[in-house]
């Protein structure tokens, strides 16, 4: 059976959640889950669960990159360097895996620190019975006309706005 391309987009919380709830779904029917993070530097509430889960693994950038608009120029080509890294890393992995899923993949490819065309030639060249999952906000055309699946989380309000900090467990 041919594995299908989710997309989870959008300005809403809820795109890395239902990412790791299909994940946790595939490894309780013994599939093999691969789900890598980028601008994430492993340390979110979810990833300590999805380690203790037979048949996933995790992979992250363990150098923390922060946020991309307070990078300047040196610490962006240090951080393209490292999440290419890790997405060759990830591409290798997936001719084993039954699910990979790439967390903010479409950011990494909106900021210019992974070539889209990598992530498209990817997505085009994907082992046939791979099911495959990428999140990010505001996926290019080209990625949408590759999604079997297009999942659109929109935010209506969230408390961000009014000042209040993301909570462990419940944000991250």
Request: hydrophobic share 40%.
């Amino acid at each position: 059976m041919a594995g299908l391309i989710h997309i989870y987009c959008g300005d809403g919380k809820g795109k890395t959640t239902a990412a790791v709830g299909l994940a946790v779904r595939a490894a309780g029917a013994g599939k093999r889950v691969v789900f890598a993070q980028f601008f994430k530097d492993g340390s979110s509430s979810e990833i300590n669960v999805l380690r203790s889960l037979p048949n996933v693994e995790v992979c992250v950038c363990t150098k923390r990159h922060g946020f991309f608009r307070n990078m300047g120029p040196e610490e962006r080509e240090r951080a393209a360097e490292d999440y290419s890294a890790l997405f060759r890393l990830v591409r290798e992995k997936a001719a084993d895996a039954d699910l990979v899923v790439l967390d903010e993949l479409i950011s990494l490819c909106n900021h210019s620190l992974l070539p889209e065309k990598e992530a498209l030639e990817f997505m085009d060249g994907k082992p046939t019975a791979l099911e495959l999952v990428v999140t990010g906000r505001d996926p290019s055309d080209a990625m949408r006309e590759r999604a079997d699946y297009i999942t659109e989380m929109k935010k209506l309000r969230h408390p961000f706005d009014r000042g209040v900090a993301a909570r462990r467990g419940i944000e991250f």
